[in-house]
């Protein structure tokens, strides 16, 4: 079993950066595919991004891309959300979540493929 805690998220002005961390602790992270999604107010969860245990294969959600960028190092066992010209449509919490049934080098968009979650951190961005 692996634990996930979220860390940098925090308020920012529209065009503004953020950088989440998703740390893992309790299995080598290597072992996992990572995503990270969110969730707005009133709205259900949404894929936002995610990579392959390898770190060789990303895919993003179309209102994400060219913005967003996913990575992860597996030496420190975690993952990182770079967020660029962020919206005030981005603002929501933000889970990173870990997939381990899936192959080396591959990645799934789908919420319930992840096995284990973190407890989010919140994002907002004003206008």
């Known amino acids: 079993q692996v634990h996930l805690v979220e860390s940098g998220g925090g308020l920012v002005q529209a065009g503004g950066s953020l950088r989440l961390s998703c740390a893992a602790s309790g299995r080598t992270s290597s072992m996992y595919a990572m995503g990270w999604f969110r969730q707005a107010p009133g709205k259900e969860r949404e894929f936002v991004a995610t990579i392959s245990r390898s770190g060789g294969n990303t895919y993003y959600a179309d209102s994400v891309k060219d913005r967003f960028t996913i990575s992860r190092d597996n030496a420190r066992d975690t993952v990182y959300l770079q967020m660029n010209s962020l919206k005030p449509e981005d603002t929501a919490v933000y889970y990173c979540?870990?997939?381990?049934?899936?192959?080396?080098?591959?990645?799934?968009?789908?919420?319930?493929?992840?096995?284990?979650w973190g407890q989010g951190t919140q994002v907002t961005v004003s206008s």
């Open positions: 979540a870990a997939d381990r049934r899936l192959a080396f080098g591959s990645i799934t968009t789908t919420e319930r493929e992840y096995d284990y």
